[in-house]
């Protein structure tokens, strides 16, 4: 038995990288896959169908069962028909993963909207279409696993504001899943992983990544029965790394009666402080690499 035996799970961005080898996963773990790929470049340019029915062909070649769905994640006919040609070739939608987007860097001073759009659409919207498509169903049938992809981009980038915006986006949206869809018995989880693909190709400093197919498993088995209980969690995965991130809590506070002043504020702000940013130190580690000439590490 497999651990994915009689599931239907849709992937989107399914053609290359990480999307590609979640769907070998599922299919090697006995799920029926619908492979979805718009096709497109690391830009979100120039579609082709192509890369979706070559990895249906490579599962079906292995003995799984895939179909292709070349349509696009931005629109809500896309996600519609996604999830709607996994009902009608196998007869339910068990599971969505959204692993599809785009890149378009640029620093903030500079980011044009065009810039900013399809970026925002790929990933946040595109995560959403699916979402929405999936849920009436999942909730009818009480099951059903959401997976959206972060990445640690969503603590904050210097010139991917639009990647950031987006992948902090898809961690609330898929919270929201997690807390909208808990009593019909539906999970909602975000994977961000560090692994080698297109659009880490452009990482500007020297973090470990693992491949690909190190993502895979995580996402597989939070697909399968013996997650039903985990819901709105944010999991890394690395190489041989998990890990799972802190839900967002008040630290610290500071109170009065009635409303402050700005002077009251100035005077005991340090009572309330303020939490370093990581991507700071980040930075000035950076920095410190280049002026030595070392890379920092991880």
Same mark, same amino acid.
């Given at each position: ?11 989107? *961005? ?20 619908? %492979? ?12 082709? =169908? ?18 292709? %769905?070349?349509?696009?994640? @931005? ?38 909207? !065009? ?13 959403? /279409?699916?979402?929405?498509? $999936? ?14 992809? @972060? =990445?640690? #981009?969503?603590?904050?980038?210097? $010139? ?13 949206? /898929?919270?929201? #899943?997690?807390? *909208? ?10 994977? #961000? ?33 013996? !997650?039903?209980?985990? /819901? ?57 690499? $280049? ?8």
């Amino acid at each position: 038995m497999g651990y994915l035996d009689g599931k239907t799970i849709a992937v989107t *961005g399914a053609g290359r990288g990480i999307g590609r080898a979640v769907a070998l996963a599922c299919a090697a773990s006995g799920a029926n896959v619908v %492979v979805n790929d718009f096709g497109v470049s690391i830009d979100g340019n120039d579609p082709s =169908s192509e890369i979706a029915n070559e990895v249906v062909a490579e599962i079906r070649s292995a003995g799984g069962k895939a179909v292709a %769905v070349a349509d696009s994640v @931005t629109t809500m006919e896309g996600g519609e028909r996604i999830v709607q040609t996994a009902i009608d070739t196998y007869g339910s939608i068990d599971g969505v993963v959204c692993v599809a987007g785009i890149l378009r860097e640029r620093m903030l001073f500079n980011m044009s909207e !065009a810039e900013w759009d399809p970026v925002i659409e790929t990933h946040l919207k595109g995560t959403f /279409t699916v979402f929405r498509a $999936a849920a009436p169903h999942m909730r009818a049938q009480k099951s059903g696993t959401m997976i959206g992809f @972060t =990445s640690g #981009a969503f603590a904050g980038s210097v $010139a991917q504001a639009n990647y950031s915006a987006a992948k902090g986006g898809i961690v609330s949206l /898929t919270r929201s #899943a997690a807390v *909208g869809m808990h009593k019909y018995g539906v999970t909602a989880n975000v994977i #961000a992983p560090v692994a080698k693909s297109r659009m880490s190709g452009n990482v500007p400093f020297g973090i470990e990544m693992g491949e690909p197919e190190d993502v895979a498993p995580m996402v597989v088995f939070l697909l399968g029965d013996a !997650a039903r209980s985990v /819901t709105g969690q944010v999991f890394t995965a690395n190489g041989g790394k998990l890990a799972v991130w802190n839900q967002p809590v008040e630290v610290r506070e500071i109170i009065k009666d009635g409303r402050w002043t700005p002077e009251e504020i100035a005077e005991r702000f340090d009572e309330l402080g303020q939490e370093r940013m990581g991507m700071l130190d980040r930075l000035e580690a950076m920095a410190q690499a $280049a002026a030595s000439g070392d890379k920092p590490n991880e």
